[in-house]
């Protein structure tokens, strides 16, 4: 069964940090580019970063540009969302998506993906 885990999510203050991470079970992570999205109540899916296959690419949205690092470990078959700074808005459940053909201009789109996890929550609050 193909999968995707994510976890590190929490309760944390303003100028906090996490770490989130996302596991693929069933499947190799090698050949996919991985995004994290991110759903606030009451509000639309948004894409937060995306990180090729090989992770000598990476893209971010720009409310997280200079505060959030994604990168890869694909021995681990693990990709990782670090997040500093982290602010009130930064609250909500954080997806990871596994896309085959690599991140691309549109990268921040979420039906392009082909596999989803469950989510994480994260809340900043103090």
């Known amino acids: 069964q193909l999968q995707l885990v994510e976890s590190g999510g929490g309760l944390v203050q303003p100028g906090g940090s996490l770490r989130l991470s996302c596991a693929a079970s069933?499947?190799?992570?090698?050949?996919?580019?991985i995004g994290w999205f991110r759903q606030a109540p009451g509000k639309e899916r948004e894409g937060v970063s995306c990180?090729?296959?090989?992770?000598?690419?990476?893209n971010y949205t720009d409310s997280v540009k200079g505060r959030f690092t994604i990168s890869r470990d694909n021995a681990k078959n693990t990709v990782y969302l670090q997040m500093y700074s982290l602010k009130p808005e930064d609250t909500a459940v954080y997806y990871c998506?596994?896309?085959?053909?690599?991140?691309?201009?549109?990268?921040?789109?979420?039906?392009?993906?082909?596999?989803w996890g469950q989510g994480t929550q994260v809340t900043v609050s103090s």
């Open positions: 998506a596994a896309e085959f053909m690599g991140c691309g201009s549109s990268w921040y789109e979420g039906p392009r993906y082909d596999y």
């Open positions: 069933g499947f190799t992570l090698d050949y996919y580019a």
């Open positions: 990180i090729s296959t090989s992770g000598a690419s990476t």
